[in-house]
């Protein structure tokens, strides 16, 4: 997206009047110059996404080329949209510009790691952790301890370097590790919640974190079996 499209697109956006007022849209050269940074941010957030996407490269090639199994059935990833970053800055109650969103957000880059089974999913979060230039921010395991709702995921905020031409940008990135399974479950239930205006009924809260048991526990016999099979070898 280029400078213009992005201007285009910020003035539509219902979501960013408090970012830019009608003072800098007024002004064309504040307004292109904020846009300009805006760009360069998100780049350098893309570049730490390419980076993290290029190791779990390697590591599926290298299992490949080992003839191992391979931990990784599929990986997504993105980067958050300029009105999701105002909302979430306004829901914390935080300054809403560009100092305030890279200091305080923490999801703006966002790589998801969908594994087979449960192990898998620690095996890749210790090989990530063990490179020298990823330091581990913050954890929090879903799947020790699911949310209320039935979610369970392991999530890894880390923080990796992006050397450019003339300087390098530490820049966090959210990792998200499921198991095909959990993924399933969190992308059905985020549809469904986001796809009501009313407040879920407390029935279908149960509904769903009874669901999310019944995968949990398929998850668990389907690794079971293949430990079982593993062992025929």
């Not at 003072?23 to 570049?47: C, H, R, T, W």
């Not at 958050?80 to 200091?103: C, G, H, R, T, W």
């Not at 929090?140 to 369970?152: A, N």
């Not at 992006?162 to 959210?174: A, D, G």
Request: aromatic share 6%; net charge negative; glycine share 2%.
């Amino acid at each position: 997206m280029n400078i213009e499209e992005l201007a285009a697109e910020s003035v539509n956006d219902a979501e960013l009047p408090k970012v830019i007022t009608n003072e800098l849209i007024g002004n064309p050269d504040n307004f292109y110059k904020m846009a300009f940074e805006f760009q360069q941010i998100m780049m350098v957030y893309e570049s730490a996404i390419k980076q993290i996407e290029t190791k779990l490269d390697i590591l599926n090639k290298e299992n490949k080329v080992s003839g191992r199994r391979n931990p990784i059935e599929t990986v997504k990833s993105r980067v958050k949209s300029p009105q999701s970053i105002a909302s979430k800055l306004e829901s914390k109650k935080l300054p809403i510009n560009f100092d305030s969103m890279v200091e305080n957000l923490h999801d703006i880059a966002g790589v998801r790691v969908i594994c087979p089974y449960i192990s898998d999913i620690y095996s890749v979060r210790d090989i990530l952790l063990k490179q020298p230039d990823i330091t581990l921010l913050e954890e929090k395991d879903y799947i020790k301890s699911p949310k209320e709702s039935g979610y369970r995921s392991l999530h890894l905020v880390i923080e990796i370097p992006v050397y450019l031409s003339e300087s390098t940008h530490n820049v966090k990135v959210e990792i998200q590790l499921r198991t095909i399974a959990m993924d399933f479950w969190a992308s059905l239930e985020h549809e469904l919640r986001y796809k009501t205006t009313a407040k879920v009924p407390e029935s279908v809260r149960r509904e769903l974190f009874r669901v999310a048991e019944t995968i949990a526990m398929t998850d668990r016999e389907m690794e079971e079996i293949a430990l079982e099979l593993q062992n025929l070898d």
